[in-house]
């Protein structure tokens, strides 16, 4: 058991700029080396990463609302950016992925706090998971009819991190016994598994995402030394940016 624990090398910032690396190596296939098949390959491993992040980031925030919201205006200013750009592309990012990620992730923690807090009626626990199965499939719906970054897969990754999520949460002891890394992550495998089924060559390369499964067994439970709470969200829009860059000057000279 101690062997284990001590195998367990990375925090959650690790995790978090393990997963940058991987996602601008994937943008650098896709923006500038379309042809070299093996980086976006090396890119699957950013989503699940970065998914796990999010799952770690709602079982920790105290302020969930200004989460969410943070999460969420990011993700509208990038696809104010996505109009601009591009006016005849509907196209939602990966921001705005987590964001529908949180909002199912919260009211299912609301759901299981409104089960086993004991003045709760049971009424009110039907009503908390029936918000959560509608939040669900207002989300399946939307990808539906709308382009999404990694579509309903990608939106519910997180949410399948957090079924065993019962940090702050009322629950019996031999239910909280379930709350352990190893569940948790393997949960997170269970929406990527009709990927290995899928024939079209995008979704061929999207099952090296399962790659990452075991570097998120690595995880040690710690959130690090610094402080990286802002990383991603100043990551993302920032790397996006020097790509697009690049590819202007590419295109000029």
């Known amino acids: 058991m101690d062997t284990l624990k001590n195998l367990r090398i990375f925090n959650i910032n690790t995790i978090k700029v393990l997963a940058a690396v991987f996602m601008f190596i994937d943008h650098l296939g896709l923006m500038l080396y379309p042809d070299l098949l093996w980086l976006r390959m090396i890119g699957r491993l950013s989503m699940p990463l970065f998914a796990f992040a999010i799952a770690e980031g709602c079982r920790y925030t105290r302020n969930k609302w200004k989460h969410f919201f943070l999460l969420f205006g990011l993700g509208a200013v990038c696809q104010a950016v996505y109009a601009i750009v591009d006016p005849n592309n509907l196209y939602f990012g990966i921001l705005i992925t987590f964001s529908f990620s949180t909002l199912m992730i919260y009211a299912m923690q609301f759901a299981k706090k409104c089960t086993f807090e004991k003045e709760r009626k049971w009424w009110e626990s039907t009503l ?6 509608a ?4 989300t399946y719906i939307f990808c539906q009819h709308f ?14 991190a957090s079924i065993f999520d019962f940090h702050r949460i009322p ?7 379930l709350d352990v890394l190893p569940l948790r992550v393997l949960c997170m495998a269970i929406p990527m598994i009709p990927l290995l089924f899928a024939g079209a060559m ?14 998120l067994l690595l995880y040690n439970g710690q959130k ?12 993302y829009p920032a790397h996006l940016v020097l790509l697009e860059g690049i590819v202007v000057l590419t295109y000029l000279l």
Request: proline residues 5%; charged residues 15%.
């Open 224 to 235: 690090g030394k610094r402080n990286m709470k802002y990383f991603f969200y100043i990551f």
């Open 171 to 177: 629950a019996p002891d031999i239910v909280k016994k």
């Open 128 to 133: 908390a998971w029936l918000l959560f199965a």
């Open 202 to 215: 995008g979704i061929q390369i999207t099952w090296y995402s399962l790659l990452a499964i075991p570097l």
């Open 135 to 138: 939040l669900v499939a207002g």
């Open 147 to 160: 382009t999404v970054d990694y579509k309903f897969y990608g939106c519910m990754l997180p949410v399948f």
